[in-house]
């Protein structure tokens, strides 16, 4: 499996931005997927997850209420619609898939950076 972010770039605080993150390989083995990111000086976090068939889905606790994860499963893609955006949120943000054959895999990162 091969994971590649777009979407990323500067936005105003106040602002959205949708990320994506495209799978392709051998999607089918993909049990989960998930959003993290990592500000400067900060440990990586999770920012949300989603099962396979999207059913149940898990946010942490600073983008609660703000950010909503989905994927849709016949583009092989997953999505983080971030709304009202704060500087905080600045990061380069990463997905990731747990595959049931080879564990989890990760893809590149994309920057997101909000101005106050």
């Known amino acids: 499996v091969q994971l590649v972010e777009s979407g990323g770039g500067l936005v105003q605080a106040g602002g959205s931005l949708r990320l994506s993150c495209a799978a392709s390989?051998?999607?089918?083995?993909?049990?989960?997927m998930g959003w993290y990111r990592r500000a400067p000086g900060k440990q990586r976090e999770l920012v949300a997850g989603?099962?396979?068939?999207?059913?149940?889905?898990n946010y942490g606790d600073t983008v609660k209420g703000r950010f909503t994860i989905s994927r849709d499963n016949a583009k092989n893609t997953m999505y983080l619609q971030m709304n009202s955006l704060k500087p905080e949120d600045t990061a380069v943000y990463y997905c990731?898939?747990?595959?049931?054959?080879?564990?989890?895999?990760w893809g590149q990162g994309t920057q997101v950076t909000v101005s106050s």
């Open positions: 990731n898939a747990l595959d049931q054959q080879v564990g989890i895999v």
């Open positions: 989603i099962t396979y068939g999207g059913e149940s889905t």
């Open positions: 390989g051998s999607t089918f083995s993909i049990k989960g």
